[in-house]
């Protein structure tokens, strides 16, 4: 599902689960932390693939959350 809307990602994501949709492919691709989105997305995908982007390191720090991906990931 390709959507051209001016809606919250998460919002949305939360209402495809309430729609009770199911997907083959899913592309996390948040600007932040994919972490928002589990372990919910798993409800929206059954014998499928699920492609998650982590941001690069220079981004978090652009963004105050080195201290986050340090708690997150190590």
């Known amino acids: 599902m390709q959507s051209n ?10 209402k495809l689960i309430y729609e009770k949709k ?3 492919i899913i ?3 948040p600007y932040g932390f994919p972490s928002r989105f589990m372990p919910d997305v ?3 995908i059954k014998n499928g693939l ?10 978090n720090i652009l963004n105050r959350m080195t201290q986050e ?3 997150n990931y190590f």
């Not at 809307?5 to 939360?14: A, G, P, R, V, W």
């Not at 699920?50 to 220079?58: D, E, L, Q, R």
């Open 5 to 14: 809307t001016d809606e919250d990602s998460y919002i949305l994501f939360h």
């Open 22 to 24: 199911n997907y083959d």
């Open 27 to 29: 592309d996390i691709d």
């Open 42 to 44: 798993f409800l929206l």
């Open 50 to 59: 699920i492609f998650i982007t982590i941001p690069h390191h220079a981004v």
């Open 69 to 71: 991906l340090l708690n």
